[in-house]
């Protein structure tokens, strides 16, 4: 029990400061700190966590990436591709609500954690001229940017949630697919309401905007087809578009520095290794580990631990692989039986855990969001809970009818 009160301890640490407008990337660091010394970690083992962590290749990687990212919103921007291509979706759609919240939602279908900060940009350009606060653009930019973690075969979580429990990933797809869809329904109508469709000016014909979307989304697309149909890592995916647009559109070795300069925030990279090193020592620290013994402890019903475990480590990792390998190979035994796994019960963990994962403050995508919208964390918390809710309930209702 003590040692989930000191988890506790910590989370509570992190939510007042951020509270008190601190920055993330120094309450994360604070957070490791105090996270390593009430497990009992030293100063040295603490350093080598956070050394481990944050020069880890995956770590790496995923810092170039996000610096390239913000140059290529920057080109993107500054060359009014982004306008363009809003523009005429909005034009083949005839509701620009519409292509707000289909913008992250294309983006979402690439497993990368820089994903949410190359969609926020979308979301702002198609939020221009509306009448919509910073939390209301970082509620929708978050939400559908992970509609499809639930049944994507290209996430990571999904995959390894079929390898661990031994499911084929169609069966899994079949028993989680209601997931996404409710997000899809609670989401639009908590995300849009009360906002009202900006005014389009016509003139143009469906074939011009088709057009001028395809040539405007072409970089974004290229991004997309480099990561998942290449299997590029990202950060050279990255290069590579952010190359080519330079090249394209006649940058000076000067005007490229000028953009790299606008665009990349210290700031934000300095949110993304705080996040790291704050995992990195909770892992080594072995704070997960503790959680199964505590349930056990305390004689916690079945259902119960199947929801608390993942839901518990989604909230402390903000990752979907990790409450997948951490909480589904200790509740596989209480979900499984003669006939196999319970597939209500692992779709009931898998929704819990991923509930986690969206209210996680660590959360990568969440941590990047706010920051590009300069967005309050307590409104967003209060959209999502009918949606994330919705997902529960759906799950719950799997359980008892199947």
Not at 254 to 269: D, G, I, N
Request: hydrophobic share 60%.
């Amino acid at each position: 029990m003590i040692e989930l009160l000191k988890i506790a301890f910590v989370f509570a640490l992190i939510v007042g400061l951020l509270r008190l407008k601190w920055n993330l990337g120094v309450v994360m660091l604070i957070a490791a700190g105090a996270l390593g010394v009430l497990m009992g970690m030293g100063p040295v083992a603490m350093l080598g966590a956070a050394f481990r962590a944050s020069t880890d290749r995956t770590a790496v990687s995923l810092v170039i990436a996000l610096a390239l990212i913000m140059v290529l919103e920057n080109i993107l921007r500054t060359t009014g591709t982004l306008a363009k291509l809003v523009d005429s979706l909005q034009g083949l759609l005839g509701d620009n609500r519409v292509v707000m919240g289909l913008m992250p939602a294309i983006i979402g279908l690439l497993p990368s954690a820089g994903g949410a900060r190359f969609s926020a940009p979308l979301v702002e350009e198609s939020a221009n001229g509306c009448v919509i606060d910073p939390e209301r653009k970082s509620f929708i930019n978050y939400l559908f940017r992970h509609i499809w973690e639930y049944v994507s075969p290209l996430y990571p979580g999904f995959i390894l949630a079929s390898a661990v429990t031994a499911v084929p990933m169609g069966r899994l797809f079949v028993w989680q697919i209601s997931f996404p869809v409710t997000v899809l329904l609670a989401s639009t109508f908590f995300g849009f309401r009360g906002i009202e469709t900006r005014p389009h000016v016509g003139g143009r014909t469906r074939a011009h905007d088709l057009r001028v979307a395809a040539v405007s989304f072409a970089p974004i697309l290229a991004s997309i087809v480099l990561v998942i149909g290449a299997g590029i890592d990202v950060a050279v995916s990255m290069a590579l578009v952010v190359g080519a647009l330079l090249l394209l559109h006649r940058y000076s070795a000067r005007r490229a520095w000028q953009a790299a300069r606008e665009s990349v925030s210290l700031k934000t990279l300095l949110l993304v290794v705080g996040v790291l090193v704050f995992k990195g020592v909770m892992e080594e620290s072995g704070s997960v580990e503790h959680l199964p013994q505590v349930m056990d402890s305390l004689g916690v019903p079945t259902i119960v631990v199947v929801f608390a475990l993942p839901f518990l480590v989604g909230v402390m990792t903000g990752i979907t692989v990790a409450y997948v390998g951490l909480a589904f190979p200790l509740i596989l035994p209480l979900i499984s039986g003669p006939a196999g796994v319970d597939m209500g019960l692992l779709a009931f963990a898998f929704a819990a855990g991923f509930a986690g994962v969206m209210f996680s403050p660590v959360h990568l995508c969440l941590v990047l969001t706010r920051d590009y919208f300069n967005s309050k964390l307590t409104p967003i918390y209060r959209m999502m809970i009918v949606p994330e809710a919705a997902v529960m309930l759906v799950a719950l209702i799997q359980v008892g009818l199947f």
